[in-house]
Structures are given as C-alpha cells and as structure tokens.
Nanobody, 124 residues
Framework: QVQLVDSGGGLVQPGGSLRLSCAAS????????IGWFRQAPGKEREGVSC????????YFAGSVKGRFTISRDNAKSTVYLQMNNLKPEDTAVYYC?????????????????WGQGTQVTVSA
C-alpha cells in the first residue's frame, strides 16, 4: 500500500498563501489519483481537490476553485496543493489521499491511503 506524508500547514493571515506537499512512497501503476481533503472541527470531511496522475486532469470543490491549484512532481512522487487568497473558513486539518474521484464533488475511494494530516489555520 502506498504511504503518504503530508506537510506544509501553518498559521497564515487572511489573503495569504500556503503550499501543502504530499510525498508518496511511490507513484506506481496502481496509483491513479491523489487528492486533498479537509476537516474542520465539528464538520464533516470535505473533498478539496483531486488530480489524475496519468492525464493530469484536476477537480476542485466550488469553495476553493480559482484560489487553489494542484500539481505533481513525478520525479519526487509528490503532489502539491497551492492555496492562495486564504480565508478563515479554509481553517482545517488537510489530508492527502489516493484513490480520489469526481462525483459532482471530490470523494475518496474505499481503499484510499491517507496522509497523517497537516493543520492549516487562517487567522488575523
């Protein structure tokens, strides 16, 4: 099973930027997609973005579209989430996961591998 390590969270002021990283133990033939999810206290987990490894197609939740981008570095087996114009409502623990898909929203598959999570706090 693929191991994921996510990092890059922190405290940032509204309007600021952060870049999250998700380092995978490998990009193999059985890793089709990697995405980002977040969970704020007292709220359900939300799919943020999903990237298809093979063709580069990307998907975004409406709440982050136009502010977040997702990219990959195959040589480093790493996926990045660039977050710009951050808002207080973006505050959450962010997790990367394999086996994401678009079903009118970003969802995680039953057999997804998950990172340990990284805290993002947007506050003045």
């Amino acid at each position: 099973q693929v191991q994921l390590v996510d990092s890059g969270g922190g405290l940032v002021q509204p309007g600021g930027s952060l870049r999250l990283s998700c380092a995978a133990s490998r990009f193999s033939d059985d890793v089709y997609s990697i995405g980002w999810f977040r969970q704020a206290p007292g709220k359900e987990r939300e799919g943020v973005s999903c990237l298809s490894i093979n063709d580069g197609v990307t998907y975004f939740a409406g709440s982050v579209k136009g502010r977040f981008t997702i990219s990959r570095d195959n040589a480093k087996s790493t996926v990045y989430l660039q977050m710009n114009n951050l808002k207080p409502e973006d505050t959450a623990v962010y997790y990367c996961a394999t086996d994401c898909a678009w079903r009118n929203k970003v969802v995680a598959g039953r057999y997804a591998s998950w990172g340990q999570g990284t805290q993002v706090t947007v506050s003045a």
